[in-house]
């Protein structure tokens, strides 16, 4: 299983955020032809237990900057 995420984050008096977040064990990350994976993006999803819904997790702090 190979991830990629984006995430699109809004919250009143910040400024808009939309991110992609990589999976390090995805083959295609060394074949980026806009080069939007940076070091900062790529992640390793951990196994989630006692979960029949889900296999896999991740936790990824976010900072919002303030809108002026």
């Known amino acids: 299983i ?4 984006t ?3 809004t919250i009143d ?3 808009p955020l939309t991110t992609q977040i990589f999976d390090r064990k995805d ?4 074949n980026d032809s806009v080069f939007a994976v940076k ?3 790529i992640v390793d999803f951990v196994p989630r237990e006692n979960d029949p819904k889900a296999e896999l997790e991740l936790k990824y702090d976010v900072k ?5």
């Open 27 to 30: 083959p295609y990350l060394t």
């Open 64 to 68: 919002m900057v303030k809108a002026s």
């Open 2 to 5: 190979f991830v990629t995420l």
């Open 39 to 41: 070091d900062s993006l």
């Open 13 to 15: 008096g910040y400024k």
């Open 7 to 9: 995430k699109q984050a």
